[in-house]
């Protein structure tokens, strides 16, 4: 029962992050002077008909939202408007169909470019997070175990040196670098290759390189500092005394009583770092021509394609809060002792 | 606080780095004017000319000198980096402290906002707010700075929770102190060094998110920034031109900064974090010395001449000289007061010293074997099958994360290899039942056990490979006194039905009468008087004994005043010279300050002290 409830609280709360979410996109791109439905309507990229399209689509001859007035049932003042009839009813219809307007460039669905640039995202972030977890926990479990060593040092001085470096410059020194070792400098397949089969997936490994490689270089040393702090602190619990005690080797250990206790706040951090980690795929995307969300992102802020950019916004705000709600879930699965809190 | 002071940071290598970085930027950023060459942003030279002597760093896709640019450039990176991190901090600490403070619905409602704010993602939000309200660098600072609060407000309100409960705070608050007082005047100062640290830590976030932003095209074009230059030489070829010194020195500029930021921070967290205990993987290495043939006729276990050291130079010597026998079946009772080395000599005699811990000389012989000198991989097969431990304060003793049931049976997969899976279960079952615990308990997790509850699974666990040797160190604090009881009786029968030997280190003088047959009286490492347990409480010999026994409340003479021990026991490492008793004792002579007194057998067990000497 306790574990239902548990359950339910933080679904309830990652829904109400949601909507938090929701109405910010709505008002932030409204309220502020670049209002992306009423800059459409005036640019002259786009046709009278799309033009007109839009104004339909969003209702922009109608109010934003009702004003406070109308909420009093005894008064039908001149502002009073059908709640169904505003923009931000609209806005959410429309977003209910996953229509997200047209991207001014070539006037394309946004939730269709969203949609072929996702996938992209996905594997990118899913490569270099993996790897970078992965190496980080092992260069992190090495540090906490030969704490105060050389090999300590070494890895912390490293790391903060790392963690200094923006995302976007060590990914054009790696360009720089990879460029001259004959490695793909952007893209995801090289254009008119159109070899199928087994020399496709090669081509794609090969753009994945640097990109992943940027990647991995910059959070590993976030998550090897993590790890080692929290190991730290786990191998000074009396639980892992009573391990020794019981005649356990050093390996069985760390494989058994300390690892996966250290490993639990990383499963909270991978989760709050998603911010960041969409804030490095858009800086590394920038860098490689990824076709991904973040170059999206870096694409609509160039050439000030509003709708592409409230698109991306959402998109990322959702994801991550969703990743957020799916590792609280995961961290109590792992965790017995978080769901009775 | 007095962590914060210019002399300890003198001595903290990361931060004092940090503090050079981050001051040597601040001067460029002042002295750019005078630096530099050219002016900011105007052509001086040819496109992407190549370092040399009229352009020390090279020129840029406009012909801009790079050298004059990256000067320039600190302005606005430091400007907008501690600008912004000053709004951030401010919001983020008002709200950490009000929060944190006042408690109830208020805090409630602050913290899903600080929730929501966390959980969103920074830099697209950035953006998205720089693109639409103009690129300006009053919009950067503004936007960079609302947006990067939320991290200071969550470890603010939890660093103020902690605070409030401080006896100057709640002094204050029981004076009558308004809210706002109590908050500046009290709260405020304590938390302060903790919200520079966080402070730190948010410039160089807020200065990584503006040069990202330039770099991606949203930089004020008014002003030279790093990152724009970066996103001018990325997006203008310099990259095909091979132009690496137009990439290579904005870059650094950042990096110089950041980095600058980030060893300060590190620096002061670890001066005002608190001092990392030392982990439990250090193994302790075997005694110098060879390793002597047993002695014959050998009791259960024998300890010789045990001395344990601790770090060095100057080594700090926890225990010296100790040495004593058990026998099969027999309870030894080891008493004294906090820090004279007890619980250390438990941990010695397996070997499980803290980190720096080590076995300086003496014999610890169990079974034939001398356990200080032998391999780690043979002691492993000692541990728990021969010795077995109860440790102190059974709350933390028991992995967290693991069924309680589970651990014991991982302990039995260990030394006993003949039993299967079902053996295993079957053989956990029987140790819940034998300490009083109902066996379909053994999937919970220690957090569903009582305290009670706890300590007996504890001891099931340091029974489950049937050890010859129990050795427990306070087995009983921290229960209550029926449960204290039942814990008691039990050790009592297993060491009759088992003939098990117990060695029992507890500060319940009453425990130990109940349970052992003879106790050692342990002060500043050493033995200071050893004999048959009736013998100990009905006529203590040495003077530290005496004391210890006049501090307890007795029954049997009600009315009699409880006398404590003035002082505290001497700390390892500064030992007083003679007996070390001889600064607390009241019947001291000149000569016990001076020349340390030996065991000596008396009639009935054996004392250290000068008074007892021609007694016997």
Redesign the interface.
């Known amino acids: 029962m306790q574990r239902y409830a548990f359950f339910l609280r933080k679904v309830g709360?990652g829904l109400g992050?949601v909507c938090?979410?929701l109405v910010?996109n709505f008002f932030?791109?409204r309220v502020?002077?670049?209002d992306p439905a009423r800059a459409g309507v005036r640019d002259p990229r786009l046709s009278p008909q799309a033009q007109e399209a839009i104004r339909t689509r969003f209702g922009l001859d109608r109010p934003l939202i009702n004003c406070l007035e109308s909420l009093n049932p005894l008064r039908s003042g001149p502002c009073f408007t059908n709640p169904l009839d505003t923009q931000f009813f609209r806005y959410l219809a429309n977003l209910f169909r996953g229509e997200l307007g047209f991207s001014y460039q070539n006037s394309q669905p946004v939730a269709q470019i969203l949609g072929e640039r996702l996938g992209n995202t996905v594997l990118l972030l899913g490569a270099g997070q993996v790897l970078a977890i992965l190496l980080g926990v092992a260069l992190g479990t090495a540090a906490?175990?030969k704490?105060d060593t050389r090999i300590d040092h070494a890895a912390l001085v490293l790391s903060?040196?790392a963690?200094?470096?923006?995302?976007?410059?060590l990914g054009?020194?790696l360009?720089?670098w990879g460029?001259s070792l004959g490695l793909p400098?952007g893209g995801l397949r090289t254009p008119g290759l159109g070899a199928e089969g087994w020399a496709r997936w090669v081509d794609l490994a090969r753009h994945l390189v640097l990109p992943t490689l940027t990647q991995t270089l910059v959070f590993m040393a976030e998550y090897m500092l993590i790890m080692r702090s929290s190991l730290?602190?786990v191998?000074?619990?009396?639980?892992?005394?009573?391990?020794?005690?019981?005649?356990?080797?050093?390996f069985q250990?760390?494989r058994?009583?300390a690892l996966?206790?250290a490993a639990?706040p990383l499963v909270t951090l991978v989760a709050?770092n998603?911010?960041?980690t969409?804030?490095g795929a858009?800086?590394i995307e920038?860098?490689f021509s990824w076709p991904g969300l973040g170059l999206a992102?870096?694409e609509?802020?160039?050439r000030?394609d509003?709708p592409l950019?409230?698109g991306?916004?959402l998109l990322?705000?959702l994801g991550?809060?969703g990743a957020?709600l799916a590792a609280e879930l995961l961290y109590s699965c792992?965790?017995?002792?978080v769901r009775?809190e | 606080m007095e962590g914060l002071s210019w002399r300890s940071l003198r001595h903290e290598g990361l931060a004092l780095a940090g503090l050079c970085l981050l001051a040597s930027a601040l001067a460029v950023a002042l002295l750019a004017p005078w630096l530099a060459p050219h002016a900011p942003g105007v052509p001086a030279g040819g496109v992407y000319a190549p370092p040399g002597a009229a352009h020390w760093l090279g020129t840029d896709d406009g012909g801009g000198d790079v050298l004059s640019n990256l000067l320039y450039g600190a302005q606005v990176s430091l400007l907008v980096g501690f600008t912004a991190a000053f709004i951030s901090v401010i919001i983020g600490a008002g709200v950490g402290l009000v929060a944190g403070y006042t408690g109830g619905r208020t805090e409630n409602a602050l913290m899903r906002l600080t929730d929501v704010a966390l959980v969103l993602p920074d830099l697209p939000l950035i953006i998205a707010l720089v693109a639409l309200t103009r690129p300006r660098l009053l919009n950067i600072i503004l936007v960079i700075g609302l947006v990067g609060w939320a991290g200071t407000a969550r470890l603010v309100r939890a660093q103020t929770l902690a605070v409030k409960q401080r006896a100057l705070v709640l002094r204050a608050r029981a004076l009558g102190a308004g809210r706002a007082r109590i908050l500046l005047r009290h709260i405020l100062p304590l938390i302060f060094p903790l919200i520079v640290v966080n402070a730190v830590l948010v410039v160089s976030l807020a200065i990584l998110n503006e040069s990202t932003l330039s770099f991606l095209g949203l930089a004020d074009p008014r002003v030279v920034s790093w990152g724009q230059m970066l996103n001018l030489a990325f997006t203008r070829g310099a990259m095909s031109a091979g132009a690496w010194w137009s990439l290579v020195a904005p870059g650094l500029g950042i990096v110089w900064v950041v980095l600058g930021c980030t060893l300060l921070g590190q620096g002061l967290e670890q001066l005002l974090g608190p001092r990392r205990q030392g982990h439990h993987l250090a193994l302790t290495p075997p005694a110098p010395g060879p390793v002597l043939p047993p002695e014959p006729d050998a009791p259960l276990l024998r300890v010789r001449d045990l001395r344990i050291e601790f770090g060095g130079p100057p080594v700090a010597r926890v225990v010296d000289g100790v040495g004593f026998d058990l026998r099969h079946g027999e309870a030894l009772g080891l008493v004294g007061e906090s820090g004279c080395g007890k619980s250390t000599l438990l941990l010695s005699l397996l070997r499980l010293l803290p980190a720096g811990g080590r076995i300086a000389a003496g014999r610890v012989e169990f079974g034939g074997r001398d356990l200080a000198r032998m391999g780690e991989a043979e002691l492993n097969q000692v541990r728990w099958k021969g010795i077995s431990l109860v440790f102190q304060g059974a709350m933390n003793a028991l992995n967290p994360v693991r069924p309680v049931g589970d651990q014991v049976e991982e302990a039995l997969r260990r030394h006993l290899p003949e039993l299967d899976a079902a053996g295993r279960r079957r053989r956990a079952g029987e140790l819940f039942e034998l300490v009083g615990l109902a066996s379909s308990r053994r999937g919970e997790y220690p957090h569903q056990y009582s305290g009670g509850m706890r300590q007996r699974a504890v001891i099931a666990l340091a029974l489950a490979c049937q050890p010859r040797i129990l050795c427990a160190d306070e087995p009983t604090t921290a229960l209550d006194a029926v449960v204290q009881a039942q814990i008691l009786e039990l050790l009592d029968q297993l060491r009759r039905e088992l003939g098990l030997g117990v060695i029992l280190v507890s500060h319940d003088l009453g425990a130990v009468a109940q349970l052992c047959d003879r106790v050692l009286v342990m002060y500043g490492g050493t033995l200071v008087e050893e004999a048959g347990a009736p013998a100990l409480f009905e006529r203590p010999r040495h003077p530290y004994t005496q004391a210890l026994l006049q501090s307890l409340p007795d029954l049997s003479q009600p009315g009699r005043p409880l006398a404590a021990i003035p002082g505290a026991p001497p700390r390892p490492g500064a030992l007083p010279p003679g007996c070390c008793f001889a600064p607390r004792c009241g019947v001291a002579l000149v000569r016990c300050h001076t020349e340390t007194p030996r065991l000596r057998a008396l009639q009935q067990g054996a004392a250290a002290c000068h008074l007892l000497e021609g007694e016997r």
Do not use: C
Request: net charge positive; hydrophobic share 60%; aromatic share 14%.
């Open positions: 709360w992050t938090f979410v910010l932030l791109f502020l002077p670049g906490a175990w704490a903060l040196l963690w200094s470096l923006p995302t976007f410059w054009m020194v360009l720089f460029s400098i730290l602190e191998l000074a619990q009396p639980y892992i005394l009573t391990a020794r005690a019981k005649g356990l080797g050093t250990i760390l058994d009583h996966r206790n639990l709050l998603l911010g960041l969409v804030a858009i800086q920038a860098v992102t870096f609509a802020v160039t000030r509003y950019l409230q991306v916004f990322l705000a991550v809060v957020n792992l965790d017995p002792r009775e």
